[in-house]
């Protein structure tokens, strides 16, 4: 019996790149556990662990969490998935975060979602809900019959606040100030490979051609056409 291989591998991209995505698509075609920081800091809170509870009182101030907490999270975590291939999504977002993981595990492979901050910016400022049943409208691809009314209701939409333009600019800047130095971390040491463009469906393709080369296809859908 062939051992199919395991692949240690990390997705990164700002805020609306694609990300989710694109994991969903990878877990699909290559079955590897899909480990979200934001999924499991979610989680921990919730089931209220020590962790969680660590984590929510920096949230409810309005502070960021401590790099040794979110290490602590993912690292326990990943103590159960030696037998899998995995992918990390959300994690690490410093240096301090990626040098900590690596004391404990070798990554493979680091996959950046290189997506223009201004097309980013248009894709998340186009977003406009409907408060009351939570339909999403985007002005791009999927715009209200007429504009900032609700088609079912006639009752007007609104502009999430994580989408005004301020926001999404502050989120990027964050994420470039924050994440710039890991993505150099891994460049140095040969793990990153860089995927460009401004449409996820034009991005996958090379990046299942990329994954094709280090993993086998598990979906039952016809190989050959990467959806």
Not at 31 to 41: A, C, Q, V, W
Request: aromatic share 8%; with cysteine; net charge positive.
């Amino acid at each position: 019996m062939v051992v199919p291989p395991l692949l240690r591998a990390v997705i990164m991209g700002p805020p609306g790149s694609g990300k989710g995505t694109v994991s969903a698509r990878i877990i699909k075609h290559f079955g590897m556990k899909h480990l979200s920081s934001g999924d499991l800091l979610r989680d921990n809170m919730q089931k209220k662990t020590e962790v969680g509870i660590l984590a929510k009182s920096y949230i409810d101030q309005g502070q960021l969490i401590p790099d040794d907490i979110m290490t602590r999270l993912m690292l326990n975590e990943l103590k159960g998935l030696d037998q899998y291939s995995w992918l990390l999504d959300g994690f690490p977002r410093t240096v301090a975060q990626a040098e900590a993981l690596n004391k404990e595990c070798q990554i493979d492979i680091v996959i950046d979602l290189d997506v223009p901050f201004e097309t980013i910016k248009r894709r998340l400022t186009a977003r406009w809900i409907h408060p009351a049943s939570g339909r999403v409208y985007n002005l791009e691809f999927s715009p209200p019959k007429a504009q900032g009314i609700d088609d079912i209701t006639g009752e007007p939409l609104v502009q999430r606040d994580d989408d005004k333009p301020e926001t999404v600019t502050k989120r990027l800047q964050a994420y470039n100030v924050q994440t710039k130095p890991v993505l150099e971390y891994y460049r140095e040491k040969g793990l990153l490979k860089s995927f460009s463009g401004t449409e996820t469906n034009k991005i996958w393709p090379h990046i299942y051609a990329f994954l094709q080369t280090k993993l086998p296809d598990i979906s039952q859908k016809d190989a050959a056409t990467p959806r």
